[in-house]
């Protein structure tokens, strides 16, 4: 498949017209509720004289409450039917809201702009499983990162412009709220007529009978969630983010204020930066993961999290300042650091955020993957509500600072991550790998379309350094067990790494013929699981640089268990630090950097495997180059 620019798929109709269709509802969303909001802070006494700080809650929670209450009864929606026509339904019910706002904003009702704004809140819990069902309908695997990406960096610039124009549209002189009228109506309108042209995107479950009881469907899109544990920890990292995002983001607004003593204007400028950094991070993971789910990238993500969330707290002044302007706040060269700090916070989010969902999307099972998106949708209010009070106790129970909240928040983080890659330990192995493959050593792959998607395989190849699991495993998109001498596995600490990695540990007949015996049962278990299984047939790690005889046991393996085999060649990995070239003491971390490769051949058939003829696959796909 041709490496191309994500940015490619904008010109596609299978992407671009839902990529402007997603992004103009978040952008309308963001215009009606941000200027409903400057209403309610700078108008409160001409509606009515309630209190503003119950009418700004109330109005989060009316946006927020059809997520708890519809995401599972419209996840099914999303299963049951075609998904281009929901969505030209959606748009046009929007067209609709819109048009009940400009009669609210003239009528100067406030109950009625209330009420659509309830109604924008159910219209994004309906579109929200669709958003994320329909990309991996649309998109090949090997675009999913990407694709997620343009998504995620349209939300949150839609988010960033919405966020601005809807207080400025608030605040032109008028005699009704016409601008924020006409600028919510034309872009409704603009997303109902991107929408009209969007691909049909067939039902996934047509048989699927709709459970109207949205409790026991809520429930039941949580099971859903629950059959796989991947997907599991993969939906609670996602909502730990928007725990996060909410509890940070939020802020940002009073900090500036209240901490930095800036103004609107540099209120605005921060946003922008976060946003600018989220959207350049999201757009990384592509190049960084290699067009694959690279699941790697979430601890680097919670990392960057934690540290940079850590110095906006040392780098925020001791004393609140006051009557800073933007001009006078940027010409203070500690003040950069902060700004520096809420790219890199951003940046990182979107690190951790895209190879989440695209994990989710990837995992799940097509029948109801919209309904694990609900469910994931349900969590995430969930969490979203946990992070508004979590905050308003600390800030007010508990007397802590803004600055004091960000690094409480950060240490929770690191908590949270630490607890999610000791129970799912594939997190941190992708890391590791993926570390290695990008920081020491420079990877080319080739042929990786020759590794089934799907079902059991054998992987062999030959044997060159320490660090070859490591570097097949960073390169192939699908966990790996590997095989290995039992010495090894048994190393102090490394052999928690290597049991959470499920490697199979194996002795000869003369070292331990009960360990042999059981390596060869758990390599059949495996693989009658449907997971590759990763060998190095000449049974040790080179001392010369030459490939050694293989040895017989992958015959019995596939004579067992009849599975394609893979070979697969390491180059140019002799003489590393990580090989037998010279003794330890005498290694040097020369081609350290060094460009290596991985050579992919073509499946040989069980029926023609013998362990010659995979020998002299994997020497020719290797040649002269060590």
Request: hydrophobic share 55%; net charge positive; glycine share 8%.
């Amino acid at each position: 498949m041709s490496r191309a620019s994500q940015f490619r798929l904008f010109g596609e109709q299978r992407f671009g017209p839902f990529f402007a269709t997603q992004a103009l509802g978040a952008l309308n969303d963001n215009i009606f509720k941000n200027a409903l909001a400057a209403f309610l802070v700078f108008q409160a006494s001409a509606m009515g004289g309630l209190n503003t700080d119950q009418l700004v809650n109330l109005s989060a929670l009316l946006f927020i409450l059809p997520f708890f209450l519809f995401s599972a009864l419209f996840g099914q929606f999303a299963d049951k039917f075609e998904k281009s026509r929901q969505i030209r339904r959606i748009k046009l019910f929007e067209v609709v809201l819109m048009a009940l706002a400009t009669l609210g904003l003239w009528l100067d009702n406030l109950p009625l702009l209330l009420g659509v704004l309830f109604g924008l809140g159910f219209q994004s819990t309906i579109f929200g499983p669709i958003k994320y069902g329909i990309l991996p309908q649309v998109l090949a695997p090997r675009e999913l990162v990407g694709g997620n990406a343009l998504v995620e960096m349209g939300t949150f610039i839609a988010i960033l412009a919405g966020t601005i124009a809807g207080p400025l549209l608030a605040g032109v002189e008028a005699e009704w709220p016409f601008w924020v009228a006409a600028a919510a109506l034309a872009v409704a309108l603009a997303g109902w007529l991107a929408s009209l042209f969007i691909p049909v995107a067939p039902a996934v479950d047509p048989a699927l009978k709709i459970n109207w009881n949205i409790f026991t469907e809520s429930a039941r899109n949580l099971r859903f969630i629950g059959q796989d544990r991947t997907v599991l920890h993969g939906v609670l990292g996602i909502s730990w983010f928007w725990f996060f995002g909410a509890t940070i983001l939020v802020q940002v607004p009073s900090y500036t204020i209240n901490v930095l003593g800036g103004d609107e204007r540099l209120m605005s400028l921060l946003l922008a930066v976060f946003i600018i950094g989220i959207s350049i991070g999201s757009l990384a993971c592509e190049k960084l993961s290699n067009h694959r789910v690279e699941i790697g990238l979430v601890p680097l993500g919670t990392i960057g999290l934690t540290v940079f969330c850590l110095d906006l707290f040392f780098a925020s002044p001791d004393v609140p300042q006051s009557g800073v302007s933007p001009s006078a706040f940027f010409a203070q060269a500690g003040n950069w650091r902060i700004v520096f700090d809420l790219l890199m916070i951003g940046g990182f989010g979107g690190f951790y955020i895209v190879p989440l969902y695209a994990l989710v999307q990837a995992r799940s099972k097509p029948s109801h993957r919209s309904r694990v998106i609900a469910g994931n949708n349900i969590l995430n209010a969930l969490f979203m509500v946990v992070a508004a009070v979590f905050a308003i106790v600390m800030l007010g129970a508990a007397g802590f600072t803004i600055p004091q909240l960000f690094m409480v928040t950060a240490l929770l983080n690191a908590v949270v991550a630490a607890y999610i890659f000791t129970i799912v330990p594939e997190f941190l192995l992708r890391f590791l790998a993926w570390l290695l493959s990008h920081a020491i050593y420079r990877v080319r792959v080739s042929g990786i379309g020759n590794i089934p998607e799907k079902g059991p395989v054998l992987l062999a190849s030959n044997h060159v350094s320490y660090v070859d699991p490591i570097i097949i495993m960073g390169a192939v998109p699908r966990p790996t067990r590997f095989v290995m001498w039992y010495r090894l596995y048994e190393i102090p600490v490394l052999r928690w790494l290597f049991r959470a990695g499920k490697a199979i540990p194996i002795a000869s007949t003369r070292e331990d013929p009960e360990l042999l015996a059981q390596a060869y049962r758990q390599i059949d278990s495996e693989l009658a699981a449907g997971a590759p299984v990763g060998i190095f047939p000449e049974g040790s790690i080179t001392h010369d640089g030459e490939i050694h005889p293989f040895k017989p046991g992958v015959e019995k393996v596939v004579g067992e268990r009849p599975v394609p085999v893979v070979p697969m060649a390491l180059c140019h990995l002799w003489g590393s630090m990580f090989s037998r070239r010279d003794s330890f003491w005498k290694r040097r971390p020369y081609k350290l950097f060094s460009k290596v490769e991985l050579r992919i051949g073509e499946p040989i058939a069980p029926s023609e495997l013998t362990a010659e003829r995979l020998e002299a696959a994997i020497r020719e796909l290797r040649g002269n180059d060590r």
